[in-house]
């Protein structure tokens, strides 16, 4: 694909954006989309109607009018008013079921920006190691070229070998598909970040990552500062839920019943107004069934959370163990790279008698091969980083930080 064409994509990418061009946003207006994304839309829908208290029930569960007329005549008239109350345990545990139900809720939304965050947090990462890697493949291409353009000027000069032209002319052709598909590789997921904000200005090159020195000091942090996940979080309200549910059917009862009685036309005075009340006692149950249902969900989640609890701390030691790793390998690719002193090398051969520019220009691509290694060893070590950063629940911690800016910006 010629790059004539990939400016045709570029430019048809341009308008399936926006029309009304946005402001520049940053990479945390970014990482801000996490909270606004659509897939948080039904649960907001669900505590927005659980904030109205449509769950409350009633004092009363029946208010019955009765007439009664033996006699079918004026005297023997009769009225009854009963009513039912409703059983107080089952008000206040129903109350009690409906604000747990909320909050696991919002422990869900939570989760959910959770994940919202990580994705978006991986999705940076690759645009910005995208870029880099863009960059990077570009300057390859050029030095390749370069190389190329030096055995087609000097074709009778002792440094002209055939192999080698070929070889200059099939590697000018690798670097350059290398760096086309990398282009296309930015621009799909530079798409990706524009719908998402709906603004087709990023302008990202400056943005600084954070070092590994901050990562090493962040991580002994969030290890010393660990705290139960938003994953056992939502479980434990889940088994609280269940809890409150069980008691609720234990408390679905009728208590009894009050009732006023009101003969107006006898002629006893003394037995126009009358009162009943009624208690149940509830020995004979319908509901045992819905109670046993209710000890099962219970027992299960419970289970569930010892499971996963267990399966959290072994996690959380694995993913920091493996952070821990990837630093000390890169840590140990950057010495070494240290030690080839690739620069130093370069200014002896321009200097040297025997002056090869060929060996100069494969020197210069030996350099940025070493380049690309580090490159993609920092970006393990951040993929990394991400993983720790949401299985220690440190994306959702207030306030919000960026974590792959150098300067820990808050999220505003």
């Not at 009685?261 to 009624?278: E, I």
């Not at 959380?316 to 690719?333: A, G, I, N, R, T």
């Amino acid at each position: 694909m010629s790059f004539s064409r990939i400016s045709v994509l570029g430019i048809i990418f341009g308008f399936i954006i926006n029309a009304n061009i946005s402001a520049q946003q940053s990479p945390s207006d970014y990482l801000l989309t996490a909270f606004e994304a659509g897939n948080t839309q039904a649960l907001e829908a669900q505590l927005e109607f659980l904030s109205r208290n449509p769950y409350r029930l009633p004092l009363a569960e029946e208010i019955e009018l009765r007439y009664s007329n033996n006699e079918n005549t004026l005297e023997d008239a009769r009225y009854r008013l009963r009513l039912r109350p409703n059983n107080p345990w089952k008000i206040r545990r129903n109350n009690a079921l409906f604000n747990a139900l909320e909050k696991e809720l919002s422990i869900e939304q939570q989760l959910i920006f959770k994940e919202n965050l990580y994705d978006r947090y991986h999705t940076l990462l690759e645009y910005i190691f995208a870029s880099k890697k863009t960059a990077l493949l570009e300057q390859r291409y050029q030095l390749a070229s370069k190389k190329l353009a030096l055995f087609r000027e000097n074709p009778q000069a002792e440094l002209f070998d055939a192999r080698d032209f070929v070889d200059a002319k099939l590697e000018t052709v690798e670097r350059l598909e290398e760096w086309e598909e990398a282009n296309i590789e930015l621009m799909n997921i530079q798409l990706e970040i524009q719908l998402t904000l709906n603004s087709t200005d990023l302008k990202w090159q400056e943005f600084e990552l954070i070092s590994t020195d901050q990562i090493v000091e962040l991580s002994k942090r969030l290890l010393a500062e660990s705290l139960p996940s938003t994953e056992l979080q939502l479980l434990q309200q889940r088994i609280e839920v269940a809890k409150i549910e069980t008691s609720k059917e234990r408390a679905d009862f009728d208590i009894g019943f009050v009732e006023a009685r009101l003969a107006p036309n006898l002629q006893n005075d003394d037995n126009q107004l009358g009162f009943a009340f009624g208690i149940t006692i509830p020995i004979f149950r319908d509901n045992k069934d819905q109670i046993a249902e209710r000890i099962l969900d219970e027992i299960e989640l419970r289970e569930e959370y010892s499971d996963e609890a267990s399966k959290d701390s072994v996690m959380k030691v694995l993913e920091f163990q493996f952070l821990q790793d990837q630093l000390s390998q890169h840590q140990k690719l950057k010495e070494s790279v240290r030690k080839t002193n690739v620069d130093v090398l370069g200014d002896n051969l321009a200097r040297s008698e025997a002056y090869n520019p060929i060996a100069l220009l494969e020197l210069e691509e030996g350099k940025l091969k070493l380049e690309q290694l580090l490159m993609r060893s920092q970006e393990r070590v951040l993929e990394q980083f991400v993983e720790v950063l949401f299985i220690y629940d440190a994306m959702l911690s207030k306030p919000l930080i960026n974590y792959l800016h150098k300067d820990l910006e808050i999220i505003e």
